[in-house]
């Protein structure tokens, strides 16, 4: 311990007494003033470089003399700028979007890429993500990810992320550093972000830096647009399912912008009317006959950004976003209708001590609050749940020299969680009104990291967070049984007094080896640790999960990821990742055999906890020129949990086993009129538990479940193409340019199975039958897109 404060004094020392100047600023796009997340600063002479942060600044420490620094960014022409530097210099470079780059400062570019490239960690540029096509028309940033390796999909259509052998709640999604409970639309057709309004989208799928924490599995971090600092911009979008529309402009020229986005589906009315008379029987198609006019599905999302320049120093951000759904599908669930939204809100200070240190104070509040009715039924019930999030966070970024980055932050985090309340919703009704209490807990954490060149070919990127969970009264702990099937006590603690205390290190390690120009090893180790469960047991990520505190019987997950890579550069913009992986889980969660979960006070009684373990290699060959992005991607992975209790104690495999996922992206510009774009996806199937006996007794049938996720469903695959338009006299025009998007999903008319059910026979209670249930069969789309 005393070694580690000793390295950590001599960074800050060589920073305050070095000799050194320092040149820094800013990166941001020359057309919109957007800041520019990632861009890499390298300096020839040094043959070494940088990346801008999370907010586009860069800083630079560099003895007197001259220089010559290339400035790049993925779709942007690189810049090369010659500086004498005698002091220090703030330097604010614009890049201009790609049309054509010289070769020379192309492949600079690339051999900063292989310095800069992380471990588990991928990008995807918005113009990408909107070139993709999918099920809905609509761009989409969470299906986007779902097409790289080490992502996989369980069900067909839904927006769910299983990363590298983890559940989707071992996933934090934020937006604009506010984490975001449910990122879907429509039970996962559509997801929660208008790409309209985000600029940036980065995931990592494990060995993150530790000023990321509390989920096992991957993080995504999404940043909204700032705003057009220079012109008002509007964007929008006319589809089958779904409307949008974005303005952005500045308020004080190159000093405040705002940006407000707005979406609306109608996706209910669409399907009415081809579910009806127009898709079943004028049209014939097929997929769509099983549907009927009696949908009613509908959601809203808002985004709002604004920002204020106040000098060099300081820069303010407010933004926020809101969403709310609306569903009811008579041929899914003819009862049931369901309601859920999110609500995010975040304030940020830029503050620039220095060309050497950098800040950011943070304060953010989220809230996802979701209910399910019964209709026309006896019980006619209304049943509510919530968690909120209220954080506070001061980041700091340090650049003592060239050879060391430091982050390091305090942040504390309150939570409040609802689990269930039930309430009828007119006299009719014969439910009696019931409310599971709430929980309370707080988070404390502290983390430091630093990215330190040892030499010009290796690099260490070590860190530490550390984390304090506790929960709190008012609530009543109850005793048990150690089969957990009687109580036996309980005891009551007061408001505010602590029930629970959890604290750990978690400490992340990587190393960077350039073997030379082209080649790169990458090696990284990570320990982290999950305080929020969420209980489920749909695959498909319905809004009726719960999420609940770690607490007396339900602790904390944790996990060990050991991470080899292999990352390599070709000539003109081929790059090739090939990364392998060993995870291990702690303290996962399953439930006993027919869990009883809904509005059940007692719900720890029906939750086991065991260890389960991932491995995987992944590959992934990429394409980047001035026509041409494509990526093929394929994952071996296999993953168990071992959990007493369950598959009678024996490893078993969890629904996202996947066994082989492959998938290909392409999307290639013919000219400045017609974008040619398509996916391919095929992976094995995923595990389900189906019954192997039926038994009668006194006329009520049984089921028998020996054991769980016993059956393998069938291989998936799939394949969607899409076309963009723009008209000559679109392309020629000034100021309103309009193109049109064709697409069609599953164009072989695949029946990718959604789910298993059984359906017994009203006479013969012996006579079961089993169905595959499939959502759609070839979908067609179009959208018509503005901008002015």
């Not at 588990?120 to 070139?131: D, G, P």
């Not at 999903?745 to 079961?768: E, G, M, S, T």
Request: glycine share 6%.
């Amino acid at each position: 311990m005393r070694l580690y404060i000793t390295i950590i004094l001599n960074f800050f020392s060589i920073g305050l007494f070095s000799q050194i100047n320092i040149v820094y600023g800013t990166v941001r796009d020359s057309i919109n003033g957007e800041t520019l997340i990632g861009a890499t600063v390298y300096v020839k002479e040094m043959k070494q470089g940088t990346v801008s942060n999370e907010y586009g600044f860069y800083s630079a420490s560099l003895s007197r003399g001259n220089y010559t620094i290339v400035y790049s960014y993925i779709g942007y022409q690189s810049l090369e700028v010659k500086v004498e530097l005698k002091s220090n210099m703030l330097k604010d470079i614009l890049l201009s979007p790609q049309n054509m780059k010289l070769q020379e400062v192309k492949v600079t570019a690339q051999r900063a890429r292989v310095e800069e490239v992380g471990t588990s960690e991928n990008k995807i540029a918005i113009n990408t993500i909107k070139a993709i096509p999918t099920i809905t028309g609509e761009p989409d940033v969470i299906k986007s990810l779902q097409l790289l390796p080490g992502i996989q999909v369980a069900n067909e259509g839904t927006s769910n992320l299983y990363v590298r052998g983890g559940n989707y709640d071992q996933n934090l999604i934020i937006l604009d550093e506010t984490p975001v409970y449910n990122p879907t639309h429509s039970l996962g057709f559509f997801s929660t972000f208008n790409s309209d309004a985000i600029k940036n989208v980065t995931v990592y799928k494990g060995a993150f830096p530790s000023q990321y924490g509390g989920r096992l599995s991957s993080v995504v971090d999404i940043t909204m647009k700032e705003g057009n600092y220079n012109k008002m911009k509007v964007n929008a979008g006319v589809g089958l399912l779904a409307s949008r529309l974005s303005i952005e402009a500045p308020i004080v020229k190159e000093k405040a912008s705002f940006i407000v986005s707005g979406r609306y589906s109608y996706a209910g009315t669409t399907l009415n009317l081809f579910g009806g008379k127009i898709g079943g029987d004028a049209l014939k198609l097929r997929s769509l006959n099983d549907f009927n006019d009696q949908n009613d599905i509908s959601f809203y999302d808002f985004n709002a950004k604004i920002n204020y320049k106040v000098d060099e120093n300081n820069h303010i951000y407010l933004s926020t976003y809101t969403g709310r759904d609306h569903f009811y599908c008579y041929s899914l669930n003819n009862e049931n209708q369901l309601e859920w939204g999110n609500l995010t809100s975040t304030l940020r200070w830029n503050h620039l001590f220095s060309g050497k240190l950098f800040s950011n104070l943070s304060t953010y509040y989220s809230n996802y609050n979701y209910n399910s009715s019964i209709k026309e039924d006896i019980r006619n019930y209304e049943w509510k749940s919530n968690i909120q999030e209220l954080g506070l966070k001061y980041d700091f970024t340090y650049y003592p020299n060239q050879k060391n980055r430091i982050k390091t932050g305090l942040s504390s985090v309150y939570h409040y969680f609802e689990p269930g309340k039930i309430s009828p919703k007119d006299t009719t009704s014969i439910i009696v009104p019931f409310s599971l209490d709430g929980k309370r807990s707080v988070e404390l954490i502290g983390y430091f990291n630093n990215e330190q060149k040892i030499t010009k070919r290796l690099t260490l990127n070590y860190g530490l967070r550390y984390t304090v969970f506790m929960n709190y009264g008012q609530a009543t702990v109850y005793n048990y049984t150690p089969l957990m099937n009687n109580i036996t006590d309980s005891t009551v603690y007061a408001k505010g007094e602590i029930i629970n205390f959890y604290h750990g290190l978690e400490p992340r390690f990587s190393v960077r080896f350039k073997i030379n120009n082209n080649n790169t090893i990458k090696l990284a180790y990570a320990y982290t640790k999950q305080y929020l469960h969420m209980l489920s047991n749909s695959s498909v990520g319905l809004p009726t999960d719960v999420w609940l505190p770690a607490d007396s019987y339900i602790k904390p997950q944790s996990s060990h990821q050991y991470v080899l890579g292999f990352y390599r550069t070709f000539y003109q913009g081929l790059e090739l990742t090939i990364e392998s992986y060993y995870k291990q889980l702690h303290n996962i969660i399953d439930f006993v055999d027919n869990a009883d979960l809904f509005m059940n006070k007692n719900v720890e009684t029906q939750i086991l906890a065991g260890k389960g373990w991932s491995t995987g290699i992944e590959f992934l060959l990429e394409k980047h020129s001035d026509k041409l992005t494509a990526w093929l991607g394929y994952t071996l992975a296999k993953t168990k949990y071992k959990i007493n209790g369950i598959n009678n104690d024996d490893d078993y495999s969890p629904r996202y086993d996947i066994r082989h996922n492959f998938t290909a992206v392409g999307i290639y510009k013919i000219n400045n009129r017609w974008l040619l774009s398509s996916t391919f996806k095929i992976s094995s199937g995923g595990f389900v538990t189906v019954p192997t006996q039926i038994f009668l007794v006194d006329n009520a049938t049984f089921f028998d479940y020996p054991e769980r996720n016993n059956y393998k469903l069938p291989i998936y695959h799939r394949l969607d193409i899409a076309a963009t338009y723009k008209s000559k006299k679109s392309e020629e025009a000034k100021r309103c340019k309009s193109k049109w998007v064709f697409a069609i999903n599953n164009v072989y008319n695949r029946k990718n199975v959604f789910a298993l059910y059984l359906k017994q026979d009203d006479y013969d209670f012996l006579n079961i039958q089993s169905y595959k249930m499939y959502l759609y069969g070839i979908v067609p789309s179009i959208i018509y897109n503005l901008s002015f």
